[in-house]
T-cell receptor, first 110, second 113 residues
Framework: RKEVEQDPGPFNVPEGATVAFNCTYSNSASQSFFWYRQDCRKEPKLLMS???SGNEDGRFTAQLNRASQYISLLIRDSKLSDSATYLC???????????FGQGTTLQVKP | EAGVVQSPRYKIIEKKQPVAFWCNPISGHNTLYWYRQNLGQGPELLIR????????DSQLPKDRFSAERLKGVDSTLKIQPAELGDSAVYLCASSKGTADEQFFGPGTRLTVL
């Protein structure tokens, strides 16, 4: 079983749609959680950190459920420019080592 | 501020040949990482340096892979000899410290024929 599991998609949605991605992780000792965005043939970039209380950044909302070891990312009012792969990332125990999921691909269509 | 610099951006070699990748981290970043990203997968850590010390190389295939960061700044990752399965994107990242945000370079796309 992979340490971080994501549905690879692709998710094809129209502009303006709301879309949600989910991720599960296996190591209950993981301490930090993130969503990274990776455009085609580009490097990953930090989108947002994920906190137990949930956090929002504009159209993006991230949630963490430690009991279920589950992380989510919600994108409202999708834009064409949101088309990318979204990587769920957790730290390995307390080492700070990042463990990446395989990513979920989003295609926003006009 | 300049980001993480990597070279070359692309490399095509025949199997059994050696290859080397170079990374220059963001100035002031003490922690440097090498990742490998296979097609359709997320990056996987190969090795992490704190200054010039390799503190986590558990995922580095040591029979053919080697890395160095002699002066605690630039780093090189070498594969000798390369195998077909080594075709991937090799990403370098850096951060101020282990708990800080990691910034990735553009990667080197390696194709082994």
């Amino acid at each position: 079983r992979k340490e971080v599991e994501q549905d690879p998609g692709p998710f094809n949605v129209p502009e303006g749609a709301t879309v949600a991605f989910n991720c599960t992780y296996s190591n209950s000792a993981s301490q930090s959680f993130f969503w990274y965005r990776q455009d085609c043939r580009k490097e990953p970039k930090l989108l947002m950190s994920v906190y137990s209380s949930g956090n929002e950044d504009g159209r993006f909302t991230a949630q963490l459920n430690r009991a279920s070891q589950y992380i989510s990312l919600l994108i409202r009012d999708s834009k064409l420019s949101d088309s990318a792969t979204y990587l769920c990332v957790v730290t390995s125990g307390n080492t700070g080592k990042l463990i990446f999921g395989q990513g979920t691909t989003l295609q926003v269509k006009p | 501020e300049a980001g993480v610099v990597q070279s070359p951006r692309y490399k095509i070699i025949e199997k059994k040949q050696p290859v080397a990748f170079w990374c220059n981290p963001i100035s002031g970043h003490n922690t440097l990482y090498w990742y490998r990203q296979n097609l359709g997968q997320g990056p996987e850590l190969l090795i992490r340096y704190e200054n010039e010390e390799a503190v986590d190389d558990s995922q580095l295939p040591k029979d053919r892979f080697s890395a160095e960061r002699l002066k605690g700044v630039d780093s090189t990752l070498k594969i000798q000899p390369a195998e077909l399965g080594d075709s991937a994107v090799y990403l370098c990242a850096s951060s101020k410290g282990t708990a800080d945000e990691q910034f990735f370079g553009p990667g080197t796309r390696l194709t082994v024929l």
